[in-house]
């Protein structure tokens, strides 16, 4: 699994450019289902895609509290200083 942080997804998701058909709460749903599927295949690094789900969980818990505009900015700006 190529992505290792929650910035990472974010970035990912900026740079996808779904428009606004796709918000960054559905997103990350969705990585966590692929990812929950993945878990199923026993030639995978099930170490990697256990922690990219908690990632996830993770940036959903934060959305369902700070809201999803907070979450964009705050991991953006990180990827900014960090880039």
Do not use: H, P, T
């Not at 878990?39 to 809201?67: H, S, T």
């Amino acid at each position: 699994m190529g992505i290792q942080s929650a910035s990472e997804y974010v970035d990912f998701f900026i740079n996808l450019n779904m428009g606004k058909g796709v918000n960054l709460l559905r997103f990350l749903n969705n990585e966590k289902l692929v990812l929950k599927q993945k878990l199923e295949n026993k030639n995978l690094d099930k170490v990697a895609i256990k922690k990219g789900i908690d990632i996830l969980e993770l940036l959903v818990e934060e959305i369902d509290k700070k809201g999803e505009e907070y979450v964009l900015k705050k991991y953006y700006q990180r990827e900014e200083k960090n880039g």
